[in-house]
Nanobody, 126 residues
């Protein structure tokens, strides 16, 4: 278990942008798979984006493809999620996670993501 801390959430109008940050301790960003998930109350947790430590493999959920971008800043031990063209259906709690492995498990294997942050709320208004 490692401590991940998300920030950057907030309320934004549809069409707007936000950048979420996930601060991790040294030895995680650039060494382990990082991912972003989101969840709406009453619904299952949904995979948003995942990235291998060297950035060689990046994968996005179908609903965010072309609008969201995941990135890493190894020097800052931080993972980011840039969200553009936000829609009301993007509203939810966004969580950062790491599998503590090099290869990223598929989104459906959430149990393989071993450490999670507490989340940051994103609200998109129409």
């Amino acid at each position: 278990q490692v401590q991940l801390v998300e920030s950057g959430g907030g309320s934004v109008q549809a069409g707007g942008s936000l950048r979420l940050s996930c601060a991790a301790p040294p030895g995680i960003v650039g060494y382990q798979c990082m991912a972003w998930f989101r969840q709406v109350t009453g619904k299952e947790r949904e995979g948003v984006a995942r990235i291998q430590p060297d950035g060689s493999s990046v994968y996005y959920g179908d609903s965010v493809q072309g609008r969201f971008a995941i990135s890493l800043d190894n020097a800052e031990n931080t993972a980011y999620l840039r969200m553009n063209s936000l829609k009301p259906e993007d509203t939810g709690m966004y969580y950062c996670a790491t599998s503590l492995t090099w290869l990223c498990p598929s989104f459906g294997l959430t149990a393989r993501y071993k450490s999670w942050g507490h989340g940051t709320q994103v609200t998109v208004t129409s």
